[in-house]
């Protein structure tokens, strides 16, 4: 039985100078949640490497890499086999180890890194004599230095040594929760858990709010929100869920406005709602999923007159970028598939058949002006439900 670790290098951590160890810690922190549930595991910082070992017998490696591929602030990672600091045993675990790798590869090259001085023989020796090992176990391999197919690792440290080959992709970006916490309006559609992923790449913490108008949207449709949530953990790490009662709200709207101002009325109380939550849940921005042009609805003259109610910026990760752009990332973090399940929007209940596409923000205030907002904003916002996803 060979004992196996796995090594994490950091992303664009490493560039942030003092802040450095506070991001490393953060990025363990969310590494650590992200793997409790597999076993118990240790966390040690050296060299802009972080060496993750499982504490428990029988521990999921495959799983853990996975979960570890989609944890953001890493660039890549390796799993690796323990080996004695022993010539000896390397040069037998190296081979063992990747067999199959390399019986795959044409050509490979030895790379050691040494920071045990007290190890007998330097880095170029280690490098030589199991190269020279590894060419006598497979005979149908060439040493390529400059575009090998295989690079093997030999690490020495001062605590242990270790032997690993080709790096996994990391999932990049920085550690969620790094750059504060912001608040996703969260649909049941395509676009909106892609921007909250996206904004979570860029260290941001993501709560959601999901508006929902029963009985005209149904208790199933809300169950796939809370399913999108529950995929976007994996990447975003846990997520609270603010679910809105919106009905009074497109009701009133119905009764007393125009038709045609219908959805950027109903859009500036959502992100009126929207402001509020985020402000009593500590979240600093709102993060929508619109893209210019997308729908009726998504031009800049409609978001100039939503931005108007609000206090706080409003992030738009996707907003240049075409369908298909988007629906490979949601692919990416799994949600696609649950988006595209048939639901009722609130959105798509009293659709107007003209709607404004360009509103013109008096006329937008002229209509809002004889509606109860405050009551109907305040009555909304005491009736939130918070649903706590964890991952
Ligand atoms: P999505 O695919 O995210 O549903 P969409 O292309 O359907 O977006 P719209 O329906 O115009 O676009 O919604 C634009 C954005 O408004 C959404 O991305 C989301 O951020 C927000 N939004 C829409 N409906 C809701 C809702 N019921 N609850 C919360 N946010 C919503
Ligand atoms: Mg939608």
Known sequence: ????????????????????????????????????????????????????????????????????QKVYGIAALTRACVVEKDFEDIKAKA??????????????????????????????????????????????????????????????????????????????????????RALLLLS???????????????????FAIHFASPPYTSERAKQKV??????????????????VPFTEIQEAIKDQCPEDLFTIIMRRYMMRIACRVARDSSCEALITGESVGQVASQTIQAMNCTDAVCNMPVLRPVVGMDK???????????????????????????????????PKMKFVEQAEAGMDMEGLISRAVYNVETIKISQ
């Open 95 to 180: 081979a063992e180890y990747l067999r199959e790798e390399l019986e795959d590869a044409k050509t490979f090259k030895v790379e050691a890194k040494r920071s045990d001085k007290s190890f007998p023989m330097n880095s170029p020796e280690i490098c030589r004599e199991l190269g020279a090992h590894l060419l006598e176990h497979f005979p149908h391999l060439a040493v390529d230095v400059h575009n090998p197919d295989v690079t093997v690792v030999v690490e020495v440290r001062d605590f242990a040594a270790y032997v690993h080959g080709s790096q996994l992709p990391g999932a990049g970006g920085i550690p969620v929760g790094s750059g504060g």
């Open 188 to 206: 049941g559609g395509i676009d909106s858990p892609v921007a909250g992923a996206m904004m979570a790449k860029r260290g941001l913490e993501v």
């Open 1 to 68: 039985m060979m004992k196996e670790i796995i090594l994490l290098k950091n992303g664009e951590i490493a560039l942030k100078g003092l802040n450095r160890s506070v991001f490393e810690d953060r990025l363990i922190n969310n590494a650590r949640r992200r793997l409790e549930p597999l076993g118990r595991f240790s966390f040690r910082k050296a060299q802009s490497t972080i060496y993750v070992e499982p504490k428990t017998d029988g521990v999921d490696l495959d799983e853990a890499a996975d979960r570890l």
């Open 324 to 358: 298909d752009e988007i629906v490979i990332i949601a692919n990416k973090i799994d949600t696609f598939e649950t988006s595209i399940l048939p639901y009722e929007d609130c959105c798509t209940v009293f659709t107007p058949k003209h709607p404004r596409t360009k």
């Open 226 to 243: 809370i399913t999108l949530a529950e995929k976007m953990t994996a990447y975003c790490g846990r997520i609270n869920l603010f679910v």
